[in-house]
């Protein structure tokens, strides 16, 4: 990862530090295989106000350093894909699945001629009309469930092989705006209500309040729980240039605030193989890698990264290689970049 944008579109160089794909079309939704057998493959999802929207499957040709993307591997969506996600499956030993969400679920057989619809998944009781999805997020741990979050206020449990509903909450008193599992049975959302809740699917009637905006009714856009470290979270304040990191332990105060970014914070993730390491991306150009190991511990000023990248527009999308934890990807306009950090 360095201090200045490229626009390189990679080389069989094995050291290149930056591989770029130019879409069609500007680019929003965006996540990396987890199969070990397909490391270097991404799923995207285009946004365009017109319903002339697209995903496709990408995959890295190591030899040329160039991304390749089959015919069959794009398929037209309409509507935005808010999220895309390939099924949690490091061994390969389940049906390889990317899905996508919109203004319903929808599953994808990845296979070697294509993109092959499963199922649409939606429990709307108006056929003609589904409140818009506005993220997802499948459980690590237990692969059958996934989890919708929709403007509706409510957030759905699906049973993805079984292809129903396990359960559905009325999650917050406005818009769910993302959800994020921090176990088999545990997840978090956040919400146009400015809060962040924690839910145990053992006893859905009841949920924790961890964090709400200082400013009422400000909403919280993006969510991320540390895999490795299960006790922090991190949300973002819709048009603020923070990234809030909490500790469940101690609600209502944060433990750290992250404000370096110039400009709104559009994405967070922490890193998958380490409990004190994140990257943050917003529309100031920039996608900041964090060390919040000193977290927990009296701190005589605010944080500053320990890298920075600078991308060639706002980036809106930002994922961190499950299966390569030295590679981080990112979206800005047409363009998908991985970056070697």
């Known amino acids: 990862m360095t ?5 390189s579109q990679g080389s069989s160089d094995k050291g290149a530090e930056i591989f770029t794909y130019n879409a069609s079309a500007t680019l929003y939704a965006m996540n ?22 697209f995903l496709e499957v990408i995959q890295l040709n190591e030899d040329t350093g160039q991304f390749v993307c089959h015919p069959g591997h794009r398929v037209e969506l309409g509507y935005p894909a808010t999220k895309v996600m390939f099924t949690p499956d490091r061994e390969g030993t389940l049906s390889d699945l990317v899905a996508s969400a919109g203004e319903s679920l929808r599953l994808w057989r990845v296979g070697e001629a294509g993109l092959q619809l499963e199922a649409t998944l939606s429990n709307a009781k108006n056929p003609e009309y589904c409140e818009p999805l506005t993220s997802f997020d499948w ?7 996934l989890g919708t979050a929709s403007i509706d206020t409510t957030c759905t449990i ?12 009325i999650a917050h008193d406005r818009e769910v705006y993302d959800i994020a599992w921090g176990g088999r ?19 859905t009637e009841r949920s924790t309040i961890i964090f709400e905006s200082p400013k009422p009714d400000t909403p919280l856009v993006r969510l991320s729980w540390n895999k490795q470290d299960p006790r922090y979270l991190a949300t973002v304040i819709k048009d603020s240039p923070k990234v809030v990191v909490l500790d469940i332990r101690y609600p209502t105060q944060p433990v750290v ?34 060390d919040l190991s000193a977290i927990g511990k009296p701190m005589e000023r605010s ?18 290689s499950t299966t390569r934890p030295d590679w981080i990807a990112i979206c800005f306009g047409h363009k998908a970049q991985i970056l070697r950090v």
């Not at 500053?304 to 991308?311: C, N």
């Open 3 to 7: 201090e200045t944008g490229a626009t």
């Open 303 to 320: 944080l500053d990264p320990i890298l920075s990248y600078s991308a060639g527009a706002e980036v809106m999308q930002l994922q961190w």
């Open 257 to 290: 605030e992250l404000d370096r970014h110039q400009a709104p914070v559009n994405a967070v993730t922490w890193a998958p193989h380490s409990s004190c390491h994140m990257c943050t991306a917003g529309d100031d150009a920039q996608a900041l890698i964090w």
């Open 139 to 145: 459980n690590d741990q237990m692969p059958s469930r």
């Open 158 to 169: 699906w049973d993805v092989e079984r292809r129903v509903v396990d359960k559905q909450l």
């Open 185 to 203: 049975g545990v997840f978090a959302t956040v919400s146009a209500d400015g809060s962040v809740r924690v839910f145990d699917l053992r006893d």
């Open 32 to 53: 990396w295989s987890i199969r070990k057998d397909k490391h270097f493959r991404l799923a995207l999802g285009s946004f365009q106000e017109a319903t002339n929207n």
